[in-house]
């Protein structure tokens, strides 16, 4: 199983430029997230998606937007880059069956460093 | 959202047990408690988790307040393997949308 892939694994952006961070998982998770770790501190929750089709905003959504494409596809897009927006980016998925009861555990990419000049 | 305030770091000498402290005051009755580390260079990995019950699986334990205001993640012996940082978060069962947040973590060193 390849859990959750996450690319680039490594992007330098220039301040302005945009580009769009991928994730994928294949294990058939409702919820997914999205994650920023600056040098030396925690993880930030910038965005997540409980379900497929819905979005909502974490603590640092400000500069970014995001797609839950489908299922397995949830994207995290800069439209203009920022010195700021220097950080490792994390992407998780974890299931969630509220009928259930059921709340499973975070599975998370390995990540992607984004420099940004 | 439920918080949890954990110390900012602890040390440890290698192969001895280490009991991480976790608190959740304003925990919520369908909140489970999960414990998650980072190894340095890597992306967080789930450790254990539990809702009311102690629990044991091949990594730790995770001892569980009676109240279950705190918690208290159990290395029985600490490796040189261990060094990461460790974060006890909150998930609810019930909340919508789960907006889940992690605390600061506690950085734990092991001494050899």
């Known amino acids: 199983n390849a859990g959750v892939t996450q690319t680039p694994k490594f992007q330098v952006l220039k301040t302005g430029q945009s580009m769009t961070l991928q994730c994928a998982q294949d294990m058939n998770h409702n919820s997914m997230y999205w994650y920023r770790q600056d040098p030396g501190m925690g993880l930030r929750l910038i965005y997540y998606?409980?379900?497929?089709?819905?979005?909502d905003k974490g603590e640092v959504p400000n500069g970014y937007n995001v797609s839950r494409l489908n299922k397995r596809e949830f994207s995290l897009r800069l439209e203009s880059a920022a010195p700021s927006q220097t950080s490792v980016y994390f992407c998780a998925s974890s299931f969630w069956d509220r009928a259930g009861l059921t709340n499973e555990k975070l599975f998370f990419g390995s990540g992607t460093q984004l420099s940004v000049l | 959202d439920a918080k949890t305030t954990q110390p900012n770091s602890m040390e440890s000498n290698e192969e001895e047990p280490v009991h991480l402290p976790c608190n959740h005051s304003?925990?919520?009755?369908?909140?489970?408690i999960h414990w998650y580390r980072q190894l340095p260079s890597q992306g967080p990995e789930y450790v254990i988790h539990?809702?009311?019950s102690n629990v044991n699986n091949r990594m730790a334990s995770l001892a569980i307040a009676e109240d279950r205001k705190s918690s208290t993640l159990i290395l029985h012996r600490a490796t040189l393997r261990d060094a990461a940082v460790y974060y006890c978060m909150l998930h609810s069962a019930m909340e919508y949308g789960n907006k889940l947040v992690f605390g600061a973590g506690t950085i734990l060193r092991v001494k050899s």
């Open positions: 539990g809702l009311t």
């Open positions: 998606s409980a379900s497929e089709g819905t979005t």
């Open positions: 304003t925990i919520s009755g369908t909140d489970y």
